[in-house]
């Protein structure tokens, strides 16, 4: 059965991968390169957040991997907005799943803001939402 | 360059769900697969102790489903990218209390001029995400926790929307 910490690492590995994928986004897209080095700054500090959570609960955190695949080609505007819009709501997702297995109610609350910052980045990058974040 | 990196990266977005973009689907299924009968008691059952809060809750939605509507009979050129935020909380209002929804009493009142109906759904969203993040540390159902934090995760997103005015 998946524990609260499986859920933190996944949300650790998935902010791992967002850390990489927005240098890359700022590297293909000159237009784009402001906002996605503020992502990276912003993925770091969320990174950091839950390395101490996950250290709190007594593991090891995940590392990162040397180098991720892309789910499709990083070539322009549109197709950097839209893995940065995927990038987001996948994490979105994974912090849900981090509120399910939450042991206590403020580590719920950190989850859900989590959950609701990344939707919200996720709007910004893409200009549109669904009914369930993450899904 | 990166279909390099993407021989090589066997590492890849897994974590993400990226590369098959929908592996997550599985592990993180919709609240309506996620919540199993057994999960959320209908309401004539007794002993669902989030049951108070569903029945708050969903009325809380209705009534955001209501101001919607009334935007958008008053306002109908704000209907285009309206209409599927207004579908996303009826999914919601589903979710939280699968059975009927309480229905509201008087028709909200909508502002004169669309930028400010448009204001006036945008703090609605906001308060109803704030009671929704308060909510989700406090009910019993994690299951139910986690569809109220994909609740107030949605309304971020359309509250955020709606201040820039885009669909």
């Keep these: 059965m998946t524990s609260y910490v499986d859920t933190l690492q996944a949300a650790l590995a998935g902010e791992h991968a967002a850390v990489w994928a927005f240098p890359v986004i700022a590297a293909e897209v000159e237009s784009l390169r402001t906002e996605a080095l503020a992502s990276r700054a912003l993925h770091r500090l969320d990174r950091e957040r839950l390395v101490a959570q996950v250290v709190s609960a007594g593991a090891t955190p995940v590392g990162s991997e040397a180098s991720y695949t892309l789910p499709f080609p990083v070539t322009d505007t549109a197709s950097a907005q839209k893995l940065a819009a995927l990038i987001e709501n996948r994490l979105a997702g994974l912090y849900a799943d981090v509120v399910r297995q939450a042991p206590e109610p403020a580590s719920r609350t950190t989850a859900a803001r989590s959950a609701a910052t990344a939707a919200t980045r996720a709007a910004q990058w893409s200009g549109t939402t669904s009914a369930w974040p993450g899904a | ?144 926790a986690r569809v109220l934090a994909l609740c107030g995760a949605s309304e971020s997103a359309h509250a955020e929307l709606l201040g820039r005015g885009r669909s």
């Design chain 2, 1 to 144: 360059m990166h279909t390099r990196r993407s021989v090589l990266g066997l590492g890849s977005l897994a974590a993400l769900g990226l590369l098959s973009g929908c592996t997550r689907n599985e592990a993180s299924p919709s609240p309506s697969q996620s919540e199993s009968p057994t999960a959320i008691p209908s309401p004539g059952e007794s002993g669902d102790p989030d049951l108070a809060a569903r029945r708050t809750l969903a009325g809380a939605e209705v009534a955001l489903i209501a101001m919607y509507d009334a935007v958008i009979a008053k306002h109908p050129e704000l209907a285009s990218s309206l209409r599927a935020w207004r579908d996303h909380h009826q999914s919601h209002a589903a979710a939280i209390l699968p059975t009927s929804t309480p229905s509201t009493g008087a028709a909200p009142i909508v502002p004169g001029s669309s930028a400010a109906a448009v204001k006036a759904l945008r703090a609605m969203e906001s308060e109803l995400g704030d009671s929704h993040q308060k909510a989700c540390a406090t009910v019993r159902s994690a299951d139910f």
